[in-house]
């Protein structure tokens, strides 16, 4: 028996890092899986690979911004697998840190789009179907640049991650009539591509772990175990939640 046997989860960023492991992971415990991302060889190589393990999935190219994508993600999830039971909003974006003064507004709509927008894209479109398979777990992954260490944030980053902070409250008030479930998990820095691309440079990866008490970045595999535990029925008396998993660095 899986933890998610009978499941449909739907997971925006599923082509790589984060996303692409939850993919695995709930497949392996017996979840139906709609994954979406716009790296489209990747999710092909995610879905294939799920499939050889024995699993069921299926990519999708989704542009978390596009409102159209998000509706068809859902209805491919309900048409091919029967419902909706579980959400992953986990596409993000980050940019590099500049003053506020020096932020573009195209920078900035960007950030906001990706980060939020398509958060409440990805919400708004799995409400219904949801509410029609009787209940369901939405995870949002947001990060610890919207809940604290501010001084050294990038700051369309962190406004981006605050708002989903309080949208995942307002959706776990307003929808646990619906048995909808809704809980944010705020990462500290994890060792994915993103956090190595946003910083290449040696000296500021050691500078940003001087913040993490623990002195290391966080695993993927302990972050999909956070996630497997909120879309579970092992967290079902669990909604409007926050789950900081940062080595210690918000407790600076």
Partial sequence: MGKLDGKVALISGGARGQGAAEARAFAGEGAKVVFGDIRDAD???????????GGEATYLGLDV?????????????????????????NAGI?????????????EWDRVLDVNLKGVFLGTKHAIPAMRAAGGGSIINIASVAGFGQSTHQEPAYAASKGAVRIFSKVTATQHAKDKIRCNTIFPGPVDTEMIHAAMSDPAVLKERLSRVPLGRLGTIDEMVAAVMFLASDDSAYMTGGEMVIDGGATSM
Wanted: hydrophobic fraction near 45%.
């Fill in 43 to 53: 999710g092909k190589a995610v879905e294939a690979e799920i499939k050889a393990a």
């Fill in 65 to 89: 911004t596009n409102e159209e994508q998000w509706r068809a993600a859902v209805a491919h999830a309900t048409g091919t697998y029967g419902g909706l039971h579980i959400l992953v909003n």
């Fill in 94 to 106: 980050v940019i590099n840190r500049v003053p506020i003064e020096e932020r573009t507004v195209e």
